[in-house]
């Protein structure tokens, strides 16, 4: 019992050693597990919003970083990959040299509910259908007018999208894409 009692103040300890200061910011992790998008899904994700040469997109959540490699390649826009696991950034930096896109894109470790969209033209989202209510109201007051927002699999809440596309990808998974525009209406 002594020894039980022992274990539990050492958990309780450690526990307590792992609680971040009050008021200090540390990045979400809730938002969605990483889940890879397969290719052809990132490229009817960029194809929907019309990706160009002139576009800046940021994927918030970019995991190993193809959609925003896919989009300089591509479509030769420059991005933005913003993920809380460095290990991924990591990935998404070598992948990113490797294909020749380096200096197109940039890759940061943040909490994408605290990240600066005002630059992009395009976000892409493969978060949860709770984390995109929780994003809406980021997203709606720092992205200009016109600006595209896609997301793969989960809907804004209430907010209807223009386009829904529903499809089947090269492996026979059905896929649902969702498409904003920006148009300077704040919503919660």
């Not at 002594?2 to 309780?12: E, H, P």
């Not at 990959?81 to 998404?92: E, K, M, R, S, T």
Request: aromatic share 6%; hydrophobic share 45%; proline share 5%.
């Amino acid at each position: 019992m002594a020894g039980m009692r022992t274990l539990c103040a050492l958990v309780a300890a450690l526990a307590a050693s792992l609680t971040p200061l009050a008021g200090a910011q540390t990045p979400r992790n809730d938002l969605a597990p990483f889940v890879s998008t397969p290719e052809d899904v990132v490229e009817r994700m960029l194809g929907l919003a019309k990706v160009g040469p002139d576009d800046v997109v940021y994927d918030l959540g970019c995991g190993d970083g193809r959609i925003v490699i896919a989009a300089a390649k591509k479509f030769g826009a420059r991005g933005v990959g913003i993920d809380i696991d460095a290990n991924l950034i990591n990935q998404a930096e070598a992948r990113a040299k490797a294909e020749g896109v380096a200096n197109r894109v940039r890759f940061e470790v943040g909490d994408v509910m605290a990240v600066n969209v005002s630059r992009a033209t395009v976000v892409t989202l493969y978060l949860l259908s709770s984390s995109n209510v929780r994003l809406r109201p980021l997203l709606t007051k720092q992205l200009k007018k016109g600006a595209r927002i896609v997301s793969h699999s989960f809907p804004m809440g209430d907010w209807e999208p223009e386009t829904v596309d529903t499809f089947r990808d090269q492996a026979g998974t059905s896929r649902t894409l969702y498409l904003w525009t920006a148009d300077g209406r704040i919503r919660p």
